[in-house]
């Protein structure tokens, strides 16, 4: 199998210190870009949204099910039918809302990570090719977010 190599090309910032299920929807967090990748933002503060793709660098475990949120009201599903943390690959992606953008820092609101999570990637959010209309399980509306 070939081998892949990730780098990331900045930070976030937030006042999230310990992992915690939902309460997101409000969080301001700063992600900090590497100097090298500042142009890279150019024109981003022209999208209302935004998908940070990040590495959850302290998740230690790696499990094949789980019961997301630990809630009695969801099932116990394949990790890969949920967004739990515990992945073979600890990669994640979140949409957010898109503060602004300073130099080689953006702001954004609704960001679900810790403090000091490296970012692997930024992508405008584009509705035309980014929505899609599907269907999730029931349980998923008992979640917290």
Known sequence: MKEITLKPIGFVKNNIKEHRYGNFIDEVSEIIVDEKYKDALNNIE????????????????????HQ?????????????????????NPIALTTVKLIECKE?????????????TPVIDIKPYWPQYDKVDGKTPDWVEKLKF
């Not at 997301?68 to 949920?82: E, L, R, S, T």
């Not at 080689?104 to 000091?116: A, H, S, T």
Request: charged residues 20%; aromatic residues 8%.
């Open 46 to 65: 022209d999208y209302s949204h935004v998908i940070i793709v990040y590495w959850m660098d302290k998740v230690k475990t790696c499990n094949l099910t």
């Open 68 to 88: 997301p949120q630990g809630n009695p009201d969801a099932p116990v599903v394949g990790i890969f039918a949920c967004r739990c943390p515990q992945r073979p």
């Open 104 to 116: 080689n820092k953006i702001k954004v609101k609704g960001l679900d990570i810790l403090d000091g």
